[in-house]
């Protein structure tokens, strides 16, 4: 069945960095917009980055400048690095894969936690 495995979560100071990894499987990942939301406690899930099957990059104001999605096709996997880190940024990070066709997929979410 489809697979999305984010990786990469955990605990930072503010002022740090983590690199965000979703491995996928079993879709055609190139076709799909690929993209990074995130859920706070009590608050909806909002999105964080996307990129297209084109490699066009949107991110949400909140990161702009200190978020970079990409994306490897040959190893159908979505990267987010995070730099700049902020106790705002706490979150449960979440992988999503959209087709305009198709359902929506989602991972299962990595803990990413910003304090000192």
């Known amino acids: 069945q489809v697979q999305l495995v984010e990786s990469g979560g955990g605990l930072v100071q503010p002022g740090g960095s983590l690199r965000l990894s979703c491995a996928t499987s079993?879709?055609?990942?190139?076709?799909?917009?690929m993209g990074w939301y995130r859920q706070a406690p009590g608050k909806q899930r909002d999105v964080v980055a996307t990129?297209?099957?084109?490699?066009?990059?949107n991110y949400a104001d909140s990161v702009k400048g200190r978020f970079t999605i990409s994306r490897d096709n040959a190893k159908n996997t979505v990267y987010l690095q995070m730099n700049s880190l902020k106790p705002e940024d706490t979150a449960v990070y979440y992988c999503?894969?959209?087709?305009?066709?198709?359902?929506?997929?989602w991972g299962q979410g990595t803990q990413v936690t910003v304090a000192s």
């Open positions: 999503n894969a959209y087709h305009r066709f198709f359902p929506d997929y």
């Open positions: 990129v297209s099957s084109k490699g066009d990059t």
């Open positions: 079993n879709f055609i990942f190139s076709t799909y917009t």
